[in-house]
């Protein structure tokens, strides 16, 4: 095994072979993941960080390292000392530092299976772009294997509609286009369509296949599968199933088409066989704002999915009330403590992130993940700040509490009250249809903001039916985005705070869009709250909250308890209905 220390050295070695100035390492898969199988792991191979965001742009004489604000804390304390220069890409834009840094006339090398079209194309604005090879691939010799599918079907009860009515629907708007195929590359896009899950990536049950759907409703899949027969049972005579490395001949054969491609999602190298050959258009991937759009079987299976969860969630907070005092709790072990109340339920299927537990100044690193040498322990006065999620049939969820350990200062509770008011002003938002999530992000920070406060992170993300815990294109956030919400969409709100060195502050639910009724001819929307646990009353300033701001959360705790008293111990239930009494 190579010392990460000297795995840069290796690369510029092969750089230099190859006649490249610079070399591109995205942290994604040649499927776009966020979150990726073992042997997909290359930005952590070489760099060491683990996050789910990250990019590394490497020259002969330098280094940078691009991820956004919940990561930079964390690529500063897993990167190589010295080796890489860190940056937000909130500040400074990968083709900005290459325009600095790169040699006149350099080359940069670009796998073109790992980045789509139209990234590519920026970089060819800056400079000249080589479609070389994976070079990492060469000196990872110790690279895991990748494994065989295993799928499971998704049944009907969960999702709401066929997998064949589905395939009528976006064959409808394949028609529409004028385009004789689809070649659908995300992973998640095709599970939702075939209605079909697997294991391939940790915690969210994908399955690492391409798919090309002809306008005729047939088509073809491309996946490696541990066994056949089930799934071509369920897919029937019209979805031929093929291995995913016979793709490539596939479609050099293919001549004298339309075709559609996401410009977003689909790897560069795709567009560049097809379009010697056929038309392309190059659009968006018509399964995404479906796929986005929960129907009603999908909202109410969310909605059970989060009852389970808090109930899960809200007797891990009683346990840790009443442990961490009695007995030694770690970050790690009230982790595993969480995952084993979850296994309660015979719903649960797996965590749908790693779960995020930081004590004291470690909660201030937005996405952080303990480790043996980082592990708090949990006592004395402080705040913990724990993110967790499951993957259950019915749903995902996302949830993230702010415990008080022992006395919180004035402070903390002032600024937790900030960021509750913020939670609070997205939670009750009524906005008229055609509102983007851009539009509603400052009233989540406008507390912030008035205290000279903020956060470097979105405020919300769209989350998926079972699938990813990420998912778009919804968003609420600062940064710009066309894409308005819309009935049965799932969305976090989890505004924060952040003290580096000393606390972090975030409180999330989820919550679905749902219609408010029409008002003088136009329509408007609102939110409903899915997220099923408290808020832990210990760090709430209330002379700093307004009456509805109570009524909200008053009602939210009588909620909580209703709906979980009968799922927890007696005990966790009496507990629950102090939250609003």
């Known amino acids: 095994m190579v010392d990460k220390t000297h795995r840069i050295s290796l690369l510029r070695a092969e750089m230099e072979k190859c006649g490249l100035d610079a070399y591109i390492i995205p942290s994604g898969d040649e499927f776009m993941n966020e979150y990726v199988p073992p042997y997909a792991r290359r930005l952590e191979w070489l760099t060491g960080f683990t996050g789910s965001a990250g990019m590394a742009i490497v020259i002969a004489d330098k280094a940078a390292f691009f991820t956004d604000g919940r990561y930079t804390l964390q690529a500063s304390s897993q990167l190589p000392e010295g080796q890489y220069q860190i940056f937000n890409t909130a500040n400074v834009k990968p083709s900005q530092w290459l325009v600095e840094n790169l040699p006149k006339d350099g080359v940069i090398g670009i796998n073109p299976m790992l980045h789509s079209k139209d990234i590519i194309s920026k970089y060819q604005q800056v400079a000249k772009v080589s479609l070389c090879k994976e070079l990492i691939d060469l000196i990872w010799h110790d690279k895991p294997t990748k494994r065989l599918s295993v799928v499971i079907i998704h049944p009907e009860k969960y999702t709401g509609k066929s997998h064949p009515d589905k395939i009528s629907e976006i064959t409808i708007k394949i028609k529409h286009l004028v385009a004789d195929k689809l070649l659908i590359t995300a992973p998640d896009s095709i599970c939702w369509l075939l209605n079909i899950r697997g294991n391939d990536v940790p915690n969210t049950p994908l399955v690492l296949a391409r798919l090309v759907l002809n306008v005729a409703g047939d088509g073809n899949l491309f996946v490696d599968l541990e066994e056949t027969g089930t799934i071509q049972k369920h897919l029937g005579d019209k979805i031929k199933i093929q291995p995913l490395n016979a793709l490539p001949e596939y479609l050099q054969n293919i001549s004298g088409k339309t075709i559609l491609l996401d410009k977003n999602s689909a790897p560069c190298i795709f567009f560049n066989i097809l379009a010697e050959k056929n038309t392309i258009i190059a659009g968006s991937d018509p399964c995404i704002m479906p796929k986005a759009c929960k129907n009603n079987v999908e909202v109410e299976g969310s909605v059970d999915a989060h009852i389970k969860d808090g109930a899960a969630v809200a007797s891990f907070l009683f346990w840790l009330e009443n442990n961490y005092n009695k007995q030694p709790v770690t970050e790690i072990s009230a982790a595993e403590k969480l995952f084993e109340f979850r296994t309660n339920n015979t719903d649960f299927v797996e965590p749908s992130f790693d779960t995020i537990a930081g004590f ?56 937790f009250t900030l960021v509750l008011k913020g939670h609070i002003a997205i939670a009750t938002a009524v906005f008229p249809e055609g509102t983007t999530g851009h539009q509603l992000d400052i009233l989540a920070r406008q507390f912030l903001w008035q205290n000279g406060l903020d956060y470097d992170h979105g405020t919300g993300h769209g989350v998926g039916s079972f699938l990813g815990v990420h998912e778009g294109p919804q968003r609420i956030s600062k940064a710009y985005s066309d894409v308005a919400l819309m009935p049965g969409m799932i969305i976090s709100n989890e505004p924060g705070y952040y003290k580096n060195g000393e606390y972090g502050i975030r409180i999330e639910n989820l919550v679905v869009v ?39 959360l008053n009602t939210y705790h009588e909620e909580v308890y209703s709906k979980l008293f009968g799922l927890v111990e007696k005990d966790v239930g009496e507990r629950l209905k102090q939250f609003y009494i």
């Open 360 to 415: 004291a100044s470690n909660g201030a690193i937005v996405h952080y993940k303990a480790t043996e040498f980082s592990n708090k322990k949990i006592k004395g006065d402080g705040i913990f700040l724990l993110d967790s999620g499951g993957q259950y049939f019915g749903g995902t969820t996302d949830i993230t509490r702010t415990i008080a350990i022992g006395k919180p200062t004035p402070e903390q509770k002032r600024n």
């Open 514 to 552: 749902e219609e408010a009724g029409s008002f003088e001819g136009r329509k408007f929307l609102k939110f409903k709250t899915l997220t099923c646990a408290p808020i832990d009353q210990k760090l709430i300033d209330f002379s700093i909250l307004n009456e509805k701001e109570k009524n909200w």
